[in-house]
């Protein structure tokens, strides 16, 4: 599911191990895929026969490659962000050969070495691809990305990331006589090394009381429930206490949350009748009775879900009109 941390576990991995994305000795690239990424030039980049020279691609990835096979007893990872936003198999084609092939043998060949070429100090015909070059990939499995070829899945490990409570995330907990345990402040995420910025996981989980957590892990099983790849992520609580804080004063924070859970969480309701319907409302029924509704009845101490009600209202309507809600 997006929003579960999936870009930051190999950044992790990688601050773990002391690797930087920037200056001369950066080990760590990162590289965001795009739609239109269809053969392996857009990674790499191309021979010019006219200028005789090699030209990269703005991706960096060459220039990574090379640098890597010079530091051999050195730990360098190439983390392809949405990876199969374009399909995997295309661009991606050169290394799935080389992986088939014995370490001292993994040779990326940039162009034919027959031919002149006037910056070939800088750009070898040929990389060596040694075991000190680590790729990893994260992917989205929905409607907006490309599904996995057995030929990439047998040369990879997928890993699939599971959610924790929000409740046990922060710590809060109830023993026999109901008392409240408070925020767990050693869970902090890693920093982004994208932009410096450091989010504690405790920063904005203590924004909620557990009323409120409880709520966004039954709203996420709920949503689970009729699709795993769809629920309440960790981005999408921490933007709904972003939007609690720069909420007008005089808001009762009721309304406050009830616009924040429709302008996020609710967004996610989209799809086919047979799968989102069953949340909504019951077999046969166009009224709003589904176990969405008995939810937000159970925790109507944190807000008449108003707003939320109305918009799902809309979405039915658009259900039994279309089919499915976009």
Not at 169 to 180: M, P, T, Y
Request: net charge negative; aromatic share 12%.
């Amino acid at each position: 599911m997006t929003g579960t941390g999936k870009t930051r576990l190999p950044l992790t991995y990688a601050e773990y191990f002391g690797l930087k994305e920037t200056g001369e000795d950066a080990s760590l690239l990162f590289l965001p895929i795009s739609p239109g990424y269809t053969e392996p030039s857009d990674l790499l980049g191309f021979y010019n026969p006219s200028s005789q020279e090699y030209l990269p691609s703005s991706t960096g990835l060459v220039e990574f490659l090379v640098r890597a096979s010079k530091e051999k007893d050195k730990m360098h990872i190439v983390l392809f962000d949405e990876m199969n936003l374009s399909p995997i198999e295309l661009y991606f084609a050169p290394f799935l050969s080389l992986m088939e092939l014995d370490p001292d043998q993994r040779r990326l060949r940039l162009y034919s070495d027959k031919v002149e070429c006037k910056n070939k100090d800088q750009f070898p015909a040929e990389i060596p691809i040694y075991d000190n070059v680590l790729f990893i990939g994260t992917i989205n499995l929905d409607e907006t990305t490309n599904s996995l070829s057995d030929r990439l899945l047998d040369r990879s490990f997928l890993i699939t990331l599971k959610m924790e409570s929000f409740q046990r995330l922060s710590g809060i907990e109830s023993d026999n006589q109901n008392r409240v345990f408070g925020i767990r402040d050693d869970l902090v995420l890693p920093s982004l090394l994208l932009n410096g910025r450091e989010e504690s996981l405790a920063s904005y989980i203590k924004e909620f009381n557990p009323n409120e957590l409880q709520f966004f892990d039954e709203v996420n099983n709920a949503l689970n429930a009729l699709d795993s790849r769809r629920g309440v992520s960790y981005r999408s609580v921490k933007n709904i206490s972003f939007y609690l804080k720069a909420a007008p004063k005089e808001w009762p924070r009721s309304i406050a949350f009830d616009y924040a859970f429709r302008q996020t969480i609710l967004r996610k309701l989209t799809g086919l009748k047979d799968t989102i319907g069953p949340l909504v409302c019951k077999e046969d029924s166009t009224e709003f009775d589904g176990p969405l509704k008995d939810i937000f009845l159970k925790y109507k101490s944190i807000s008449d879900f108003a707003h939320s009600t109305e918009e799902v209202k809309r979405k039915i309507q658009e259900l039994n009109l279309y089919g499915y809600i976009r």
